[in-house]
């Protein structure tokens, strides 16, 4: 039996430990990022809890390599935080209401609480949640993710199985 060169053993070595090589596609296993098909779901899942990373998006080439850092982040990151994916064209009164211009843009959904004060609500059904909203303005790569949650204080997937 043949040994491998040591280059090829060093190269294997380092695509099976570094997080951050790109030489060659990564396995990342069943996609983590949610398409968008309504507002009733998005509201649905931001009730579940978690900050939701929200990517605003037409088709482009740009798009395409915002897919792959998204896939890669909602990997490493999954379960603490969810990553969703809005085609505006598709739903174009969804993106109208961000008030933006240019696209793509990524916002972060972060922290559901029910209001206290309910305010002059209609329907007494209707429950009133705050959520804050913080637009993204880190390099569009999972390390630029990672450091944006250090500094905003959302924990990643490894952090919560620590801390359980």
């Given at each position: 039996?043949?040994?491998?060169?040591?280059?090829?053993?060093?190269?294997?070595?380092?695509?099976?430990?570094?997080?951050?090589?790109?030489?060659?596609?990564?396995?990342?296993?069943?996609?983590?990022?949610?398409?968008?098909?309504?507002?009733?779901?998005f509201v649905k899942l931001l009730h579940e809890g978690y900050p939701m990373v929200v990517a605003f998006s037409i088709r482009g080439n740009y798009t395409r390599h915002?897919?792959?850092?998204?896939?890669?982040?909602?990997?490493?990151?999954?379960?603490?935080?969810?990553?969703?994916r809005v085609e505006c064209p598709k739903y174009p009164g969804f993106c109208i209401t961000r008030q933006k211009k240019e696209y793509p843009f990524i916002e972060i959904f972060h922290s559901p609480e029910q209001t206290a004060n309910q305010g002059k609500a209609v329907d007494p059904g209707i429950t009133k949640y705050a959520v804050k909203v913080l637009p993204f303005n880190y390099d569009v790569s999972p390390y630029g993710f990672r450091e944006f949650f250090k500094r905003h204080g959302i924990g990643s997937s490894k952090q919560n199985q620590t801390s359980q």
């Open positions: 039996m043949e040994q491998q060169p040591f280059l090829d053993r060093m190269l294997g070595q380092l695509r099976c430990t570094c997080k951050y090589y790109t030489g060659y596609p990564k396995d990342l296993g069943p996609s983590r990022v949610i398409h968008f098909t309504s507002e009733r779901e915002l897919d792959k850092v998204l896939e890669e982040a909602a990997a490493e990151f999954y379960p603490g935080v969810k990553f969703m």
